[in-house]
C-alpha cells in the first residue's frame, strides 16, 4: 500500500449499521443535499441485511427503514410528484428482486416508501439513476448475471407506473454504476474487469466501451473489485473516482473529454479523528457546500472495518471534505 502517496483523514463518521459486525452490511451511500438548508442536507446508506440507514451530517441515525435487503441506493431530486418537485431515492432490493422507490418529505426530512418497481432479473445488486436533458426519470439495476436493465419512472394523471425501456449486457459481474446527467454519459464498474462507458439515453446504441486505464491489465494501480463510482465536477472539468476495493484505494479518471479519458491519481484514507477506511463498497460524492467541515462538498464511503480505538465494530460510512481531495485533481 506503500503504492499510494496521495493519503487523507475523515472528518466524521456514521453510526455503526446494526447487522451484526462480523457481517458485510454496509454497502452504498446517497447524499441528498438541501437546498434551502444545506447544513440539514442527509447522507443515505444501505444496511444489505436490513435495510435503509438516514443519517445527519455529523452521522447521527436520524431514520432507519426496515425494507430488506437493499443494496445501492440512489436518489434524483426535482421529481414531479403531486405536482410538487420531489427527491426520489431507489434501492435495489434483494429481499424482493425489486427496486424500491422512496420519497422525501423535506418538511420532516423523513423517507418513505411509495413504490416497487419489479426486475427481470434473477438478482439484483447494483442501482443508479438518472434524469435526463427532458426531465425523464430512469433507473439503471444490474444483476450478477451481467445484464443491466433501464426502468423509467413516472408519474402522470396522480399515478407512479414505469416501464422496462431496454438492456445492456456486460461479460461478468457488474456493480456501481453513475450516470452523469449533464452529458447523459452511463459508466459501468465490472468488478474483475474495468469501468465501461455507455449512452444513459434509452434512444442511444447499447454499446460498451472499456475505459482501459481502469483495467489491471493496463494500469498496475487498479486491482480488483471495482466497486463504487462517483462523478466529480470542477469548474469546467469532469472527474470519475471508483472504488478501488482490492487495494483500499480510490482512483480518479478525468473524464471531460470522453475520447480522452486518462487515470490521473488514487488515494487512501488513513485513521485521524476516527479510524481509516478499507475495503470499500459504495462511495458518492457532492461538490455543493454544506457546513464548515464541508465547504467544497463531501465524499461518503462505505468502510469495510469500522473501529473504535481498536475495538471492531459493524460497519458504517466515513465522511471526507472534498477540500481534501481537491488537489490531487490537479496532478
Ligand atoms: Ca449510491
Ligand atoms: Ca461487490
Ligand atoms: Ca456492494
Ligand atoms: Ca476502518
Ligand atoms: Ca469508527
Redesign the pocket.
Known sequence: QSLFTNVVSADEETDAVKTDLNEDAAD???IWVNQDNPQNSLVIGTDKKAGLYVYNLKGETTQFIEAGELN???LRDGFPFKHKPSAIICASNRSKNSISVFLLDKDSLKLGPIYDIKTELAEVYGL?MYKSRDNDFFIFVNGKSGIIEQHQIIYKEDKLSSKLCRKLQVNSQPEGMVADDNTGDLYIGVEEEGIFLAQADPSQPSDLKLIKESSKKYNDKISYDIE?LALYKKDSSSFLVASIQGSFSYAIFDITNKNRISYITSFIIKSGIVDGVEETD?I?LTTSTLNNTYPKGMLVVQDGFNTDQGIARSQNFKFVSLEKIESFLMK
Open positions: 452504498d451511500p446517497a445501492n441506493v440512489d443508479c463504487g459504495g458518492e
